[in-house]
Structure formats: C-alpha cells, structure tokens
C-alpha cells in the first residue's frame, strides 16, 4: 500500500527555500560565535589585550597573501613579514623594534635575570673550551666538572679543534631546565676521557657585579643591568655593607648600563632618599597618561653621601637614577655625558612567538627634564658615540653640546639642561689608550694569557689574601714579556712604539684578570677601581665636608 503524500501548502512551498536560507546563515553565525577566541597579542608590561585587527590583519596580510599566490617568482612569506615590519619600524623611533621568536628568549633571560644551562664560566684556548669556573652551586659543580677542566666532547660531537665559536658553544650546553646533556671532559694531563652527564637548571645572571668597601667609610656598587632582580641583589649588598661593614657613603657605578625596568630603578631610588612622596620620574605618552613614581618613604639603611658614576653608555633606566639624584641635589654624578634615552617601551608578544616592543611614553625626571636626544636623522643617532669622539666631547667638557636650552633647575638651583642624556657634574674625560688599536689588538689574549699563566704559578699566590695581592708589582717585566711572547704566537705583529704607549694599561688589566681568577669579581674591581679616575674623582670629593657645595 503506496504511503499517502504529505500535504505542503502552496504559501510554504514559496517560502520555503528563503526559510532554509536564513537557518544556514544563522548555523553559520552560531558557529562563529561559539569558535575558541583568536589568539591576542599581550602587553607583558600591563598585561593589557589588543586585538590582533589592531595591528594591521587586513590589508597588509591581504597584500602579502596576494604576491605568496600569484608573484610570478617563489618568495619567502618570512622575510616578506620581516621587511614589511622593518620598514615600518623605521617610520618610528629608534627604540620601538621587532624581535623574532628565536632571540626572544634570550632578551628575556637578559631581564629576567637567569637562563638554563650547566652553569659554567668557560673560554676558548687554543680552539678548546677551557672551564673557568663552575659556577657555585651550580649543576656542573655539582656533577664535579672542576677549574681547568678542558671540553672535547658535547653529546656525540667532538668540539676541540673544529674552531667552534662562543655562540656554538652556548647553543649546545643551554636547553630547558631538567634536561640533560653528556660531555666529554680531559682533566690535568689524563688521556682518557671522562663523561659527565649534567642536569640543566635555571642558571643566575646578575645584575649586580659587585658589592664591597672602598675605603673604611664608602662602599661600591656596580650595576650592570636592571633586570627583575636589581632591587634583591643592590639591597643584599647594602645590608651587607651597612651592616657588616660599617658604610656610610655610597658609590653607584652605571657606567655602560644600558638600562632594562623602571620599576627596578625606582624601587633603588626610594632607598636613597629618607622622605616619602618624593617624585622620581614620571612618564606621559599620546595614549598613556602622566604616570608619577614616588618614593616610598621606607629606607631601610642611612647612606649620606653619594656619587652615581656615568657615560656615554649609561642609558635609559641608568639615566633615570642620575637623573633623580641630580635634579634633587641628592648626590653627584661624575663620569662622562650619559646615552640619552628618555623613551619608554612595553613588549607586545605577537601570535607566532615573536614579540613587539613599542614606545609608548617619554620620561621626564623630577625637573621636568626629558633627556632623550634627536632622532630626526638616524643615521647621526647610530653614530652619536662616534661623532661625540670627533668632537672631543670625550676629552673636554666643553665640547659638551646643549641640545635643548630651554633652562631647568636643581632643587638647590643648579642650572641643568635636557634633550641629550645627563651631564655629569665632575668630567672625568676617556683615557685615549683605551681606543689605542694595538690596545685593543692585544686585549682579546689577556684572559686566556692570565688562565695559562696561573696554572703554572697558583702556588705563588695560594696563601695571599686580596689585601696583600692589590699593593703587590704582580706584573713585572717578564710577565709582561711572557704576555707579548703569547700574543706573538697567535699573529700579534712586535710594535715597540705604540707597546710604550699602552704597557701600563695592560699591566693594569692582566693584573686585574689575575686578581679576579684569585678572588672573583671582587677582585678584579678591587684592582681596577685602585687606579680609576672617575672612582678617585668620586672618593674625593665625597670626603668634602659638603660635596654639592664645591659645584
């Protein structure tokens, strides 16, 4: 028996295919809607969400997906992206660029303060890796690697006598925490081979070089970086000095610091000054609005005198410090014109792993300084420490230019002037040896000269403490004949003149090499700063009964 046919009305027969139309179109709205949401990019700083149609998904990608499909040539998608972004990063500032994924980790270690590796400290002697020093309780201490230890093996790779490179080397012993890696080790005049199978784990990389007295009343602080640890590490080293030591005056060397998180700065600042409320620095951008940073008014120690070392390599959060301390007459600030870098960035990370680091305000110290220099031509901006040498700035304070006139004022009325760094209130200018090209041709031998040199007389120095090392003639003539034989062997040309002219910084440096392989970092400063000007300058003039009253 036939099944009786539906009845469809006529009016729905009509209808029908425009109904069927608006419920796919509403299935496909649903679907949309209920699809993971797209990946955003971050702002690390703030932890703020942009849309990616905020950076240009529409016509640029638009624009690259048409040449990927229809050029006539093959192309590479990548560097396309890359040169679109490069181009357009030239439009802005100096500060605002890109950073592919495979470099930023290693940004990020830099201002996170550690990495993951085996913890070593190693060079590269004869086309062999030479350990150094393991470094304290570290992974490779732990599994027994020792000073001397030379490094043949990596894995299965023989890497002594195949010309491998610093880069090669730290690409090879890094990788992610808890991993392992087996290598081969000759250790004395032993002809086997030891392996060691070493646990990677999250390695320190400081920001304080070193924390130690100079004289019986003022302590020395050198800060290479401002990274998340900067505040924990200066604030060890001031209890320790403080209190184990007795200090009262304090010296802070920011000499070639380029800088890393404001916070870090300020939070050092606020223990420089005793009242609360006190402003620091304070930013404003097209966007951001004026953002003030304050001191907190909890200083834990009573530091009275103080002195900030800078130059030409002291920038950004370094100049924040300076700043700080100068416009309020807190201290002096001796050394050289520092950078003049006076823009904020915060850290975008893009979807692909990659991330964008933006200007996004200007800062401006206590004053109302803003010491970033001119951008206009960047090309002059590369080249500024260049061009600051052929102008003399470097041996004559008045060859210090003024870039902005516009007049500010100290806190005890002092004239100072914005638009290009910080200038120091006592010039110390740069000891032309230290450009000297013989000077720097036989500088890259020392290090090794020095590791080779102690393992043949370590039991000259086995009972010596730093204080007995610092007075001593360690480099004599024959030392320093024995260096020049060293460097001749690896294609240094005898050049009798220009080795008059730079022996004495030599000697200095070799004995500063040894005083660091004997004590650690607070050696080699211990031996260098003996015979710093900028340091001498800053002691004497924090004996002053008032230092700031001699400007």
């Known amino acids: 028996m036939e099944k ?49 149609s905020a950076l240009g998904q529409g016509k640029i990608e638009e624009f690259i997906r048409y040449i990927e499909a229809k050029y006539v040539d093959d192309i590479n998608r990548d560097e396309l992206v890359k040169e679109a972004i490069d181009n357009i990063l030239k439009q802005l500032d100096p500060h605002s660029n890109y950073i592919s994924a495979d470099r930023l980790k290693e940004v990020n270690e830099q201002l996170e303060g550690n990495f993951e ?55 090879e012993l890094r990788g992610a925490k808890g991993t392992e890696v087996t290598i081969g080790i000759l250790r004395g005049n032993e002809k086997e081979i030891r392996p060691f199978t070493i646990t990677r784990d999250k390695i320190p990389v400081h920001s304080v070089d070193v924390a130690y007295m100079l004289d019986e009343e003022t302590g020395y602080i050198k800060i290479n970086r401002f990274s998340a640890k900067t505040y924990k590490e200066f604030m060890e080293g001031l209890e320790n000095l403080v209190e184990k030591k007795g200090m009262k005056d304090l010296v802070i060397d920011l000499r070639q610091n380029p800088g890393g998180y404001l916070q870090e700065a300020t939070d ?26 304050e001191s907190t008014g ?35 600030i001796v050394g050289r014109r520092s950078f003049g870098k006076g823009l904020v960035q915060e850290q975008y990370r893009l979807r692909d792993g990659s991330a964008l680091r933006l200007t996004v305000a200007r800062y401006y110290t206590p004053s109302g300084r803003l010491i970033q220099k001119s951008y206009d031509n960047l090309k002059a901006y590369d080249e500024d420490v260049s061009n600051r040498l052929k102008h003399g700035e470097m041996y004559n304070k008045d060859s210090i230019p003024i870039a902005d006139t516009t007049v500010f004022h100290t806190a005890g009325g002092r004239v100072v002037y ?36 102690l393992s043949g007389h370590k039991a000259d120095f086995e009972q010596m403490t730093l204080e007995e090392f610092k007075p001593k003639p360690i480099v004599n003539e024959k030392v320093l004949k024995d260096f020049m034989a060293f460097a001749k ?34 050696g080699y400063y211990a031996v260098w700063n003996a015979e710093d000007k900028t340091v001498e300058k800053a002691l004497e003039v924090l004996k002053q009964k008032n230092p700031l009253s001699l400007k």
């Not at 006592?426 to 041709?441: A, E, G, Q, T």
Request: hydrophobic residues 40%.
């Open 489 to 522: 062997q690896r294609g240094v040309k005898n050049n009798s003149r220009q080795w008059r002219r730079v022996k004495p910084e030599i000697s200095r440096l070799i004995k500063a090499h040894l005083s660091k392989n004997l004590f650690g970092d607070k």
């Open 268 to 293: 050092i600042l606020s223990q420089l000054f005793k009242e609360k409320n006190k402003l620091l620095v304070y930013t404003e951008g097209r966007t951001a609005s004026r953002s003030d940073y």
């Open 298 to 332: 909890r200083s834990f120690y009573d530091i009275e005198n103080l002195a900030v070392l800078i130059d030409e390599g002291s920038a950004s959060a370094s100049e924040i410090l300076a700043g700080a301390i100068q416009d309020w007459d807190r201290g002096i």
């Open 418 to 453: 914005g638009g290009g760094g910080i200038t120091p209130d006592y010039f110390i200018p740069l000891d032309p040896n230290l450009l000297n090209d013989y000077y720097l041709h036989l500088r890259p031998f020392i290090r090794p000269f020095v590791f080779r040199y």
């Open 4 to 52: 009786e046919k539906q009845f469809v009305p006529r009016r729905l027969k009509v209808w029908l295919p425009l109904l069927l139309s608006l419920v796919l179109v509403l299935g496909m709205l649903v679907g949309i809607k209920m699809q993971p949401n797209p990946p955003e990019v971050a702002v690390v700083t703030k932890k703020q969400q942009i849309p990616p």
């Open 117 to 171: 590796g085996i913890g070593i400290e190693f060079l590269i002697l004869d086309d062999t890796i030479v350990v150094v020093s393991p470094l304290a309780g570290g992974p490779s201490e732990k599994a027994g690697i020792l000073t001397g230890d030379k490094i043949v093996e990596i894995g299965d790779s023989l890497v002594a006598g195949i010309h491998i490179t610093t880069a090669g080397i730290m690409a």
